[in-house]
């Protein structure tokens, strides 16, 4: 079976490091909010061009701390793509805020900016932009629109570590970045983590009161907060592979363009990559009106494609409230019938390439 992901290979390609800096850290006993994760968030956020760095226990916190940050009311409504992993809404409502759902592009799967403002009401305070897949959102026409509209701008990076827009790398386009390190993510530590990056230093205080407690001075507690934090084995786990995360966004790309070529000539929708756009390939997505059945025969033949996603948020019954129902987003509704997303790491060779797109050709020839 060749896998959606594999992470044997990558361990053993950098075991020894990665196994001293665990044991540096339960040697050290100290555990929480230690040398690593001051380290790893100012390693971090240099890496990603971006001032303030706070670490978090995963990227669905991240996110919830993020809205937290902005003081809304539960009145106040916060525009979310709705073709996206639940975390990009879920951790809104968590917040206390209302989600309202917007349409996506059709062809990079991120927030349509036209929707976008067809959604924009008096209450709206803020957007959520996900860079799904690793593709960036179409940053230029939402940042404008939220300039225009006095609306925060929330990047979730969760998938898009790497990515860049206009030879600038994501995360720093927003007033807040939200960045998970699950284990499976284009930079990924041996257990949950996330992070939160801001340039603005109130931002930037608020989030780290947020998850600890709310407080600056220990035992006092200006505001509610949380326990949500990034652990120092985690951090140090991270600090190790961050170097290498640039190199292999290189191999996803690799595989993603092997793909596209073996794909030549089917009848299935290849991923697209919009100008001035680095997708770091999170995913290699295709479209066919045959997913389902496609899906069966790659899983029948030791190929283990997976759907990111099935349905839509607006359709899901924990959004039931949002009164968004069936119809009212239909490029969502559309590609959650028609994507499948095939195996992508970056040690995946080119002959298991090769093999999976000789397979789908074989699907195809046989219908
Ligand atoms: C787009 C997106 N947002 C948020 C999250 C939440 O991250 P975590 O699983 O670390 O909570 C994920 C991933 O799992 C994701 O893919």
């Given at each position: 079976?060749?896998?959606?992901?594999?992470?044997?290979?990558?361990?053993?390609?950098i075991?020894?490091?990665?196994?001293a800096?665990?044991l540096?850290?339960?040697?050290?006993?100290?555990?929480?909010?230690?040398?690593?994760?001051?380290?790893?968030?100012?390693e971090?956020?240099?890496?990603?061009?971006?001032?303030?760095?706070?670490?978090?226990?995963?990227?669905t916190d991240?996110?919830?701390?993020?809205?937290?940050?902005?003081?809304?009311s539960p009145?106040?409504?916060?525009?979310?793509p709705?073709?996206?992993?639940v975390?990009?809404a879920g951790?809104v409502?968590?917040?206390?805020?209302?989600v309202?759902?917007?349409?996506?592009?059709?062809?990079?799967?991120t927030?349509?900016?036209?929707?976008?403002?067809?959604?924009?009401?008096?209450?709206?305070k803020a957007?959520?932009?996900?860079h799904?897949?690793?593709?960036?959102?179409?940053?230029?026409?939402?940042?404008?629109?939220?300039?225009?509209?006095k609306?925060?701008?929330i990047?979730?990076?969760?998938?898009?570590?790497?990515?860049?827009y206009?030879?600038?790398?994501?995360?720093?386009?927003?007033?807040?970045?939200?960045?998970?390190?699950?284990?499976?993510?284009?930079?990924?530590?041996?257990?949950?983590?996330?992070?939160?990056?801001?340039?603005?230093?109130?931002l930037?205080?608020?989030?780290?009161?947020?998850?600890?407690?709310?407080?600056?001075?220990?035992?006092?507690?200006?505001i509610?907060?949380?326990?949500s934090?990034?652990?120092?084995?985690?951090?140090?786990?991270?600090?190790?592979?961050?170097?290498?995360?640039?190199?292999?966004?290189e191999?996803?790309?690799?595989?993603?363009q092997?793909?596209?070529?073996?794909l030549?000539?089917?009848?299935?929708?290849?991923?697209?990559?919009?100008?001035h756009c680095?997708h770091?390939y999170?995913?290699?997505?295709?479209l066919?009106?045959h997913?389902?059945?496609?899906?069966?025969?790659?899983?029948?033949?030791e190929?283990?494609?997976?759907?990111?996603?099935?349905?839509?948020?607006?359709?899901q019954?924990?959004?039931?409230?949002s009164?968004?129902?069936?119809?009212?987003?239909?490029?969502?509704?559309?590609?959650?019938?028609?994507?499948l997303?095939?195996?992508?790491?970056?040690?995946l060779?080119?002959e298991?390439?090769?093999?999976?797109a000789?397979?789908?050709?074989?699907?195809?020839?046989?219908?």
């Amino acid at each position: 079976m060749i896998p959606i992901i594999e992470l044997r290979t990558q361990y053993a390609q950098i075991q020894e490091e990665l196994e001293a800096a665990a044991l540096r850290v339960l040697r050290s006993t100290h555990y929480i909010l230690g040398p690593e994760v001051q380290a790893f968030e100012k390693e971090f956020a240099q890496w990603n061009g971006v001032q303030y760095a706070v670490g978090v226990g995963n990227g669905t916190d991240a996110l919830q701390l993020a809205v937290r940050a902005l003081e809304l009311s539960p009145e106040d409504e916060v525009i979310v793509p709705s073709f996206t992993f639940v975390a990009s809404a879920g951790a809104v409502a968590l917040a206390g805020s209302k989600v309202v759902f917007a349409d996506v592009d059709p062809r990079t799967f991120t927030l349509d900016p036209a929707s976008l403002r067809q959604h924009i009401t008096p209450k709206t305070k803020a957007v959520v932009v996900v860079h799904l897949y690793g593709h960036p959102a179409a940053m230029e026409e939402i940042q404008a629109i939220c300039r225009e509209h006095k609306l925060f701008l929330i990047e979730d990076c969760a998938q898009s570590t790497g990515a860049t827009y206009r030879q600038q790398t994501v995360g720093g386009l927003g007033d807040l970045s939200c960045y998970s390190f699950f284990p499976t993510k284009n930079l990924g530590g041996a257990g949950d983590g996330g992070m939160v990056l801001t340039n603005n230093p109130q931002l930037f205080e608020k989030v780290q009161m947020l998850r600890g407690h709310g407080s600056k001075t220990r035992y006092y507690h200006d505001i509610l907060g949380t326990n949500s934090r990034l652990d120092e084995l985690q951090a140090a786990v991270l600090r190790v592979k961050l170097p290498h995360v640039a190199h292999w966004n290189e191999l996803r790309r690799r595989n993603a363009q092997l793909y596209t070529q073996a794909l030549e000539g089917l009848p299935v929708v290849t991923p697209y990559e919009a100008p001035h756009c680095g997708h770091v390939y999170h995913q290699y997505t295709i479209l066919t009106p045959h997913r389902d059945e496609l899906f069966e025969y790659l899983r029948a033949h030791e190929v283990g494609p997976m759907i990111y996603y099935p349905v839509s948020l607006h359709l899901q019954k924990t959004f039931a409230a949002s009164s968004q129902g069936e119809g009212s987003l239909p490029v969502c509704e559309e590609i959650q019938k028609k994507v499948l997303s095939l195996p992508m790491f970056p040690e995946l060779t080119p002959e298991q390439i090769a093999s999976i797109a000789h397979k789908i050709r074989e699907f195809f020839a046989q219908r």
